[in-house]
């Protein structure tokens, strides 16, 4: 077994070195729960290999593009009931005939890709900024999506606050009420996964025009109403709604000045015991009661100040 995970670490290492994206399936079984059960065919625009889609059984019909061809061959081996396509999803996107009730992707985050002017994009505000495709995915996602779809996309958290033409993108979902949950994933929650990431999920008949905001790390989650996430400017951080409060540590003064006169006097008391063998036996010639006398005009000084108070 130490063998085989050796081997599949390895070989995981080897896809990322050639640039190709490896999806942990416990980041699969994570998003696949967070559609319902009775899924019936499923859409990764960006499949890879078919990590994703390998979280669903083999009755499930499973659609897929990818721009790397060896990646499809791969997919297309691994997967039962897989239709794929080899191309470049934004630029030369599939099955754009079908609209799909169920939507799974981890499109590569922040790449840069050339702005085309299609039906995809022509109800968004502005474009998606040339350097940085993330709002070029969700799009591309919210256009295939079925009017009662979801889709459960992960991303780089900088689309959560990032503003211009992306700030635009993100307040017209918000305002169309696509954006059903925020989740925030921290950094190595799955192997193969060091950073921080984010999860939207988008939905398109949603029943109220809140927004669900989640810590996966802490386990903690808040319902937010659009008038809230309006306030913020439309920022979707996890953190500009959910504040962890730690618990502060009750202090017993009685038992801190126990502690604090305890090693004072222990202290004190070592200290005169090594003066007065120095003054014994090696024959310290400092002013050993002349010291005493310091300590002890200190100690009145003090004494004479807890009067006055």
Excluded at 99 to 114: E, G, L
Excluded at 286 to 309: C, M, P, Q, Y
Aim: proline content about 4%.
């Amino acid at each position: 077994m130490e063998n085989y995970r050796h081997s599949a670490k390895s070989f995981r290492e080897e896809l990322k070195a050639k640039g190709v994206f490896y999806t942990a399936p416990e980041m699969a079984e994570y998003m696949k729960k967070l559609l319902p059960d009775d899924v019936q065919e499923i859409y990764d625009p960006t499949c890879g290999n078919g990590g994703l889609l390998s979280a669903f059984s083999d009755d499930v019909q499973k659609y897929g593009q990818d721009i790397d061809g060896e990646q499809v061959r791969i997919a297309e081996e691994r997967l039962q009931n897989f239709h794929g396509v080899t191309g470049d999803t934004l630029a030369a996107p599939a099955f754009l005939d079908r609209k799909f009730q169920y939507i799974i992707a981890n499109p590569p985050f922040s790449v840069k890709w050339n702005p085309v002017e299609d039906e995809r994009f022509s109800d968004a505000p502005v474009l998606p900024p040339p350097g940085k495709a993330d709002y070029a995915f969700l799009l591309h996602i919210l256009y295939l999506l079925a009017e009662n779809g979801k889709a459960v996309v992960m991303n780089f958290p900088g689309i959560l606050y990032r503003g211009q033409r992306e700030g635009k993108i993100r307040q017209w979902l918000c305002e169309q009420n696509y954006i059903e949950k925020v989740i925030a994933i921290p950094g190595k929650k799955f192997e193969d996964t060091k950073i921080a990431t984010c999860i939207l999920i988008l939905n398109r008949s949603k029943q109220t025009t809140d927004i669900i905001f989640r810590d996966e790390e802490n386990q903690i989650e808040k319902t937010v109403s659009l008038e809230e996430v309006k306030a913020q400017d439309f920022n979707l951080s996890v953190s500009s709604y959910l504040h962890i409060e730690t618990e502060k540590e009750e202090i017993d003064i009685n038992t801190l000045n126990s502690d604090i006169e305890n090693s004072t006097l222990a202290h004190l008391r070592a200290t005169l015991d090594m003066m007065l063998m120095l003054n014994h036996t090696i024959g310290d010639k400092r002013n050993f009661a002349g010291f005493l006398t310091e300590i002890l005009n200190i100690v009145h000084e003090t004494t004479d100040k807890l009067k006055v108070s």
